[in-house]
Structures are given as C-alpha cells and as structure tokens.
C-alpha cells in the first residue's frame, strides 16, 4: 500500500464537514507528517502502517470554555488514491473520515 504523499481529507463532524490537507511520509511501518487545519500545522505523531490499514494520531489545544488538548485518532483503509475509516476525538465523539489523494 502507497500511503505517502499528499491528501485532501475530509472529516463529517456534528458542525459539518471539516477539510484538511495531509501529508504522509513513510519509513518501513512508521508514518510521519503533517495535518493542516484551522489555521494550524499539526505533527502526525504515533503513525503506523499494517498492510492497507494506516493509523496516525495528531493533538489540538482548543477552548470551549478552558484550554482542553484533544487527541484526534485517525484510522483508515487506502485503496489506491483514496482512503476512508474513522477519527476518534475523545469526548468529541468518533466520526467518518475520507481522503483523496492530490
């Protein structure tokens, strides 16, 4: 599975669909890289690859009403230029997340 490279990912969230652009770089079973969203660049840190499944995990500061750090928990399946699974974000919830590769 070709997981590197670029991605236009898009995440449906209960405040609607949410884009970013990521990027993948690989090293035997490891993933690194960046996820851009919301006027921030954030490090894709834990990744892994197993066979056509991927997993990466990136970390946000956001306020509600205090400071909270969120880790959001990607999960996927790639098929060539595409990809498609699951993000966990804690007690945001888990939501559906898809990828075209740009």
Request: cysteine-free.
């Given at each position: 599975m070709t997981v590197e490279g670029t991605w236009k990912l898009s995440?449906?969230?209960?405040?609607?669909?949410?884009?970013?652009?990521?990027?993948?770089?690989?090293?035997?079973?490891?993933?690194?890289?960046?996820?851009?969203?919301?006027?921030?660049?954030?490090?894709?840190v834990d990744g892994v690859v197993d066979g056509d499944v991927a997993s990466w995990k990136v970390v946000k500061a956001i306020t509600v009403v205090v400071k909270v750090r969120v880790t959001a928990t990607f999960t996927v399946t790639v098929e060539g230029d595409r990809m498609r699974g699951r993000v966990a974000a804690g007690k945001f919830g888990t939501f559906d997340v898809t990828g075209l590769r740009v």
């Amino acid at each position: 599975m070709t997981v590197e490279g670029t991605w236009k990912l898009s995440v449906d969230s209960p405040v609607g669909e949410q884009e970013a652009r990521l990027v993948l770089r690989r090293d035997g079973d490891r993933l690194t890289g960046s996820l851009d969203h919301d006027k921030a660049s954030l490090e894709v840190v834990d990744g892994v690859v197993d066979g056509d499944v991927a997993s990466w995990k990136v970390v946000k500061a956001i306020t509600v009403v205090v400071k909270v750090r969120v880790t959001a928990t990607f999960t996927v399946t790639v098929e060539g230029d595409r990809m498609r699974g699951r993000v966990a974000a804690g007690k945001f919830g888990t939501f559906d997340v898809t990828g075209l590769r740009v």
